[in-house]
C-alpha cells in the first residue's frame, strides 16, 4: 500500500501510522451525553468495501492525514489533509 | 459411525470403502428454534453444547461459506490458558479444561497436543509482570512455571540468548498449553451437532434480520427466508455487518492479522513458543512446517491477506530470536479478519433485542477460546443468563466503563490491542 500525502506525494505506508476511523475528527460537544461519547470512543460502522480513516506521517511531513481506501481490495484512492477536514464535511 | 484404532485397521484392510461423509449437507428448513449465523469454530462448538448440554435440536448454523474455511483455519493452533485478568482468567481455564477432554467427548481426533507455552522476557520489569502472571494462573487452578535463564536453555536451547536487544532473561512456562488440529475442531463439532440433529447449512449467507416489535423473528438469506425463535451472531471479522442487520453498531474494528508456514522440516521446536518483544511466535506442526505469525497489520482489513511490510518485520523478529530459522524456506502466507475489541477481550451477551445474542470480540485469540466460548454462548441462548465462566464478557462495559478487561493495561482504546 502506497499513501499519496497531499505534501509529500506517494509514499510507502511503512512511514505512516494508522490513527483508527476518521470518526474520531466528529468530537461530541462535552455535554453531548454517555450514548454519543460512546458511539464516539467505541462503536464503529466498521464498513467492508470503502472507508475513511486517519494516518499520521510520521516519518515524513508530520501532517495528519485523512485517507480514502478500501477495506476489502486495499486500494487507497485518496487522502486530505485532516485540518481541511475537521470541522468540515467530516 | 465411530472412530476407533480398530475401525482404522479394519477400514485400512479393507480398502477404506467403510468410510462416510462426517455430517449431512441439507438444505435449510423454514423454521427452527434458534438459528447460530456463523459456521466457524465458535458457531459449530455453541451447536454442539446447545444438542449436548441443553438436549436441544431444532437449531440450523448458517454458514455463507463451507466449513472450516474461516478464521478456524486461518489461525496458528495455539491452545493456552495464561491469561491474568478475572473474566478473562477463569474463561480461558475453562475452556483448556474443555480443551483437554474434547477428542474423548467429540470421538475425533484433533491431534490435541499439549507440548507447552513458553513465554520470554527480555528485561527484569517483564520478568516481574510474568512472576505476577504465573500467580494468577496458579490462582486460578491453572499450572504456570517461571523460569530463569538457564531453565529456558534447557528447554529451548537454538535460542540467541545474547541479542544485544532482547537478551532473554527467562520465561512464563506453561506446560498445559499447546496446540490442536484447527481443522479437525471444526469437523469434530460439525459431526458432533449434525449427529444430535443440528443442521449444518453451507454456502447459505445470511442478508437480514427480521426483527418484529423488539423481538427477533427469524433472518433473510441467499437460500431464502429462515424463521427462528433466537438468532446467535457468531462471525468474528463480520460481526460489524451482521450487527448492522439488526440496527446495531458494536465497538469492534476488523484488522487482519497474517501467519506463515515453511516447508516441512524434521522436529526442531517442541514448544510453543513466544517472543511478545518482537511481535513473534512460533511451533512446529505435526506435518513438519514451523507455524509462526507477528502482530496485527493495523489497519482496518476484510483482505484475508496483509502487506509486504509486516512480513519483513516477522521475519526479522524471526531471524533476532533464533538465527537457524534463516535456513527454513517460507512456503506460505494468509491472512484472517480479527473482530478487535476496545479492551482486547471478547463479548458474550444478550443484545437490546429479545432473542438475539452476540459473540464477538475475539481480536487474535479466538481458536483456544472454541470450546468455552460455544459452551458459554450455548448457555446464555437456552437458559437466558451467563455461564459462570462468562459472566463479564458484557457488550455494556464499554458504555458504563464497569468490568473493563485490559489485560496489557493500555486502555479501552481502539487501536492499542
Known sequence: ??????????????????????????????????????????????????????????????????VERDTVSHEVTGATLARDVKGGAA | MRFSGLRVLTEGLTGNRGWRPHWRDPDPRPEYDIVIIGGGGHGLSTAYYLAREHGLSNI?????????????????????????????????????????????????????????????????????????????????????????????????????????RFPIYGGLYHPRGGTARHDAVAWGYARGADGRGVDIVQNCEVTGIDIDNGRVTGVQTSRGAIRAKKVGI????????????????????????????TEGLKPVIDHVVTFGMGHFYISQSDKGGLVFGGDLDFYASYAQRGNLPMQEHVMEAAMTLMPVIGKARVLRSWGGIMDMSPDGSPIIDRTHIDGLYLNCGWCYGGFKAVPASGNCFAHLIAQDRPHPAATRFRLDRFRTGVGLMDEEGTGAQHNLH
Open chain 2, 60 to 164: 440450523a448454523v448458517l454458514e455463507k461459506g463451507y466449513i472450516g474455511g474461516g478464521n478456524v483455519g486461518r489461525n496458528t493452533t495455539i491452545v493456552r490458558a495464561n491469561y491474568g485478568l478475572p473474566g478473562n482468567s477463569e474463561f480461558y481455564s475453562h475452556s483448556l479444561k474443555l480443551w483437554e477432554g474434547l477428542e474423548q467427548e467429540l470421538n475425533y481426533n484433533v491431534m490435541m497436543s499439549q507440548r507447552g507455552v513458553l513465554n520470554l522476557c527480555h528485561s527484569d520489569g517483564q520478568r516481574d509482570a510474568f512472576a505476577r502472571r504465573a500467580n494468577a494462573m496458579v490462582n486460578q487452578g491453572d499450572d504456570a512455571i517461571l523460569l530463569d535463564r538457564a531453565g529456558v536453555r534447557r528447554l529451548v536451547p537454538y535460542l540467541d540468548f545474547d541479542n544485544i
Open chain 2, 234 to 261: 457468531v462471525v468474528a471479522g463480520r460481526s460489524g455487518q451482521v450487527a448492522a442487520m439488526a440496527g446495531m453498531r458494536l465497538p469492534v474494528e476488523s484488522h487482519i492479522l497474517q501467519a506463515f508456514v
Open chain 1, 1 to 66: 500500500m502506497r499513501i499519496p500525502c497531499p505534501i509529500c506525494g506517494s509514499r510507502d505506508i511503512r512511514e505512516f501510522d494508522y490513527m483508527g476511523h476518521a470518526q474520531a475528527l466528529d468530537r461530541p460537544d462535552p455535554g453531548a451525553g454517555a450514548q454519543a461519547w460512546d458511539d464516539y470512543l467505541h462503536n464503529r460502522d466498521n464498513p467492508a468495501g470503502p472507508t475513511r480513516d486517519l494516518w499520521f506521517h510520521g516519518m515524513g511531513c508530520g501532517a495528519w492525514l485523512v
